[in-house]
């Protein structure tokens, strides 16, 4: 996972400064399966417009569910990797029909 703009400990030993925080890569497990989620801040991802998106590898791929959370926020701090976890896990409950091309849910 890459640190967050608000662990300013991390960021200090590793020479970061808290404006470079703008995505977090992760994996969720959900006991079942384990999904890679990206959170994403518009400062970085110009493309896509605020939600949440998904799709699923190929079926020889061998690797997770990607789910991409884009926020509005110019950072990515703790409490909006959590938000966007949660999110993220309320719609895997929902079990939404996904593609190989990214979409928005």
Request: hydrophobic fraction near 35%.
């Given at each position: 996972m890459n640190p967050m703009s608000d662990e300013a400990e991390l960021l200090r030993s590793i020479g970061a400064d808290p404006a470079s925080c703008t995505k977090v890569d992760g994996y969720l497990s959900t006991g079942v399966d384990v999904y890679f989620?990206?959170?994403?801040?518009?400062?970085?991802?110009?493309?896509?417009?605020?939600?949440?998106?998904?799709?699923?590898?190929?079926?020889?791929?061998g690797y997770a569910e990607n789910y991409v959370v884009v926020v509005p926020d110019v950072t990515v701090a703790t409490g909006v990797v959590e938000r966007s976890l949660a999110a993220v896990r309320s719609l895997i409950d929902s079990a939404p029909v996904l593609g190989t091309t990214l979409r928005a849910l």
């Open positions: 989620v990206q959170v994403l801040s518009t400062t970085y991802e110009r493309a896509l417009p605020v939600g949440v998106y998904a799709r699923k590898p190929s079926d020889d791929a």
